[in-house]
């Protein structure tokens, strides 16, 4: 993990959906974010709370810790990557070596790659699209306090 790097996970049982580390000078780590309070961070990046991890990012309080943006250094068992419409799923992450799945059978291993030979083969990360939040106008009326005859969509 980096520091300002974007995180989900949950803290105490509460799931935390935006957050981002926090790495204190003395190397510290730092999950801030709006929903629970803890330890403060030197830097909490413009959030209202900070939540102290072990140097190892660990946490007895803190489960389902992982990055939000995928990317070819923090790819994990699970996610996919694919070329020319042919997805495969990451079987292993071993140091530099990332093992993928054949792109019929994701029970079969194909190959193990550096994040380098597939950047060049062409392969792109597979990104999760953020839900749709669906509201309707008296939604919108009720979190900005006002009637819902004085809202304007334009």
Same mark, same amino acid.
């Given at each position: 993990?980096?520091?300002? !790097?974007?995180? *989900?996970? /949950? $803290?105490?049982?509460?799931? $935390? *959906?935006?957050?981002?580390?926090? +790495? %204190?000078?003395?190397?510290?780590?730092?999950?801030? !974010? %709006?929903?629970?309070?803890?330890?403060?961070?030197? %830097?909490?990046?413009?959030?209202?709370?900070?939540?102290?991890?072990?140097?190892?990012? *660990?946490?007895?309080?803190?489960?389902?810790?992982?990055?939000? &943006?995928?990317?070819? =250094?923090?790819? !994990?068992?699970?996610?996919?990557? &694919?070329?020319?419409? /042919?997805?495969? *799923?990451?079987?292993?992450?071993?140091?530099?070596?990332?093992?993928?799945?054949?792109?019929?059978?994701?029970?079969?291993?194909? %190959?193990?790659?550096?994040?380098?030979?597939?950047?060049? &083969?062409?392969?792109? $990360?597979?990104?999760?699209?953020?839900?749709?939040?669906?509201?309707?106008? !008296?939604? +919108?009326?009720?979190?900005?306090?006002? =009637?819902? &005859?004085?809202?304007?969509?334009?």
């Amino acid at each position: 993990m980096k520091h300002n !790097q974007k995180v *989900t996970c /949950e $803290i105490e049982g509460t799931k $935390i *959906t935006d957050a981002r580390i926090s +790495i %204190n000078k003395d190397g510290l780590p730092f999950i801030c !974010q %709006n929903e629970k309070d803890g330890f403060y961070a030197n %830097n909490k990046l413009g959030y209202k709370y900070s939540w102290m991890l072990n140097r190892d990012f *660990t946490s007895s309080s803190v489960t389902n810790l992982c990055p939000f &943006e995928k990317d070819w =250094d923090t790819l !994990q068992i699970g996610d996919e990557v &694919e070329l020319r419409h /042919e997805k495969r *799923t990451v079987l292993g992450v071993c140091g530099r070596a990332i093992f993928l799945s054949w792109a019929g059978n994701k029970d079969r291993c194909s %190959n193990g790659w550096t994040k380098e030979d597939l950047i060049i &083969e062409g392969y792109t $990360i597979v990104r999760d699209t953020p839900p749709i939040m669906e509201l309707t106008l !008296q939604d +919108i009326a009720d979190l900005k306090g006002v =009637d819902v &005859e004085s809202i304007k969509i334009i």
